[in-house]
């Protein structure tokens, strides 16, 4: 591991997985440079990245709070942000992904939340989302204590992770990310945290980069892994030993038809924002050429 020096104990630790990120990686970390909270350490985990990236972030970042890991083989964004809490010191987990940018206020937000109430296991926030496609548009997460326990309850991802923040102490006590999920590692997390409270702030403090529209092929292979995940949590809740765990993901017909239903009801809204979007960059046009003549 990569570091600079820095001694002091923080608060936070922002984990942030990275692979072939090089383009960037630098506004991502300089967004978390640019907190008004500033007890925060940023471990940063290279995947084996073949585009120069941890090389970047060690030449153009020399904070002292900034630590740099590299693995030596490309591993899954579960296990590098599993070694990123093994090396955590703070008392809080930030998720920070490596093309995000979190908003200048996130992480003093999040830890006077988490601060002022003990049993809250984790707050997230709204985010913004963007990409190539434009944006920003506003994720509609519930942030209602009730919808989001019902989520939990359903076993739907009931925060939006990009933005979370968790207590380490649960974390670690449920394992941190199963490894065993190539995909969906952050909804598996939230399952393993079980009854543990959360909260969704309603003010967004994440510009979360996606790709729009979303692909059929990513939601079947993320549905293939959420349901991977609920069965580990499933037995594991039952009794069942860890290495006797199920691996395998199912491919299903009905898993297939599920996952297709999916894919229609958020192709068509993305879709829809898309349209709106390209509609308000045409009016947008329009009045510009009006005050220009």
């Known amino acids: 591991m990569s570091t600079n020096g820095h001694t002091e104990v923080p608060l936070v630790s922002v984990i942030m997985p990275t692979f072939n990120d090089r383009q960037v990686i630098g506004d991502a970390i300089q967004s978390i440079l640019e907190q008004t909270f500033d007890s925060w350490e940023l471990l940063v985990v290279d995947d084996a990245s073949t585009d120069g990236t941890a090389d970047f972030v060690a030449e153009h970042f020399t904070d002292p709070r900034v630590s740099i890991i590299r693995m030596e083989t490309n ?100 394992g941190g990310y199963d490894e065993a999920c190539l995909r969906a590692q952050d909804f598996s997390l939230l399952l393993r945290l079980g009854p543990v409270r959360l909260a969704t702030l309603a003010i967004p403090l994440v510009k979360y980069r996606t790709s729009r529209p979303i692909s059929l092929g990513y939601v079947v292979r993320n549905d293939w892994y959420a349901d991977l995940a609920r069965r580990r949590n499933v037995a594991q809740r039952s009794g069942v030993a860890l290495d006797q765990l199920p691996t395998e993901i199912r491919r299903t017909p009905i898993g297939y038809l599920n996952s297709f239903k999916s894919w229609l009801i958020r192709n068509a809204r993305e879709q829809a924002q898309l349209a709106r979007l390209r509609l308000r960059a045409r009016e947008s046009q329009r009045g510009t050429s009006t005050v220009d003549a």
């Open 75 to 174: 591993s899954g964004s579960g296990v590098c942000r599993n070694r990123a809490i093994s090396l955590a010191r703070g008392t809080f987990i930030a998720v920070m992904d490596a093309d995000d940018i979190s908003m200048p206020q996130r992480l003093e937000l999040q830890v006077e939340q988490l601060s002022q109430d003990p049993q809250l296991g984790a707050v997230s926030a709204q985010v913004l989302e963007f990409g190539a496609w434009g944006g920003p548009v506003v994720g509609g997460w519930p942030t209602n204590t009730s919808e989001i326990r019902a989520r939990q309850l359903a076993q739907k991802m009931p925060i939006p992770h990009p933005a979370a923040m968790f207590r380490r102490s649960q974390v670690v006590e449920v």
